[in-house]
């Protein structure tokens, strides 16, 4: 009788742990769900549901959005630095070509783009830096100010 109602208290700590191990699953999942539906979109990177504000900046590489930035500071043209302000969503894309940048090695000259949409989704300008790279990262509590060297600058409306 003792070995029944052990294996009773048995079940009923595996299905409490289970339970419990099924919860956390989900808060895991809904957590990279959120996370994953403040990318940004390809296709319109600017739809309602992606632009918060009045003017949004996004990152591009070689023309793809890779990443939203929350503003744009520190722009001297006389030294060719830039400082960009990341979220808190990280794209593992700028995340590589940081690493590339630190590190020296081959990869970390891109051709980037930062462009500015207005609330409508419309272009408002598009700033395309040649052979940029991560000179510097300074952490803060709503993200990364990423400060940016490059080469060559064109701006188009």
Not at 83 to 94: C, D, E, K, W
């Amino acid at each position: 009788m003792n070995v029944l109602r052990g294996g009773r208290w048995a079940m009923r700590g595996a299905a409490v742990a289970s339970a419990a191990l099924l919860t956390l699953t989900g808060a895991t999942l809904a957590t990279e769900a959120a996370a994953a539906s403040t990318a940004v979109a390809e296709d319109n990177p600017c739809n309602p549901n992606y632009c918060p504000g009045a003017s949004t900046f996004i990152m591009k590489f070689d023309g793809v959005s890779v990443e939203f930035i929350s503003s744009v500071n520190g722009w001297d043209t006389n030294t060719h630095t830039l400082v960009l302000q990341r979220g808190s969503y990280h794209n593992p894309v700028v995340d590589r070509w940081i690493d590339d940048a630190i590190a020296g090695r081959e990869g970390r000259l891109k051709s980037m783009s930062v462009v500015v949409y207005d609330d409508k989704g419309w272009v408002m300008k598009r700033y395309n830096f040649g052979g940029a790279w991560v000179e510097r990262i300074d952490s803060n509590g709503s993200g990364q100010a990423l400060h940016i060297r490059y080469f060559t600058l064109e701006i188009t409306d």
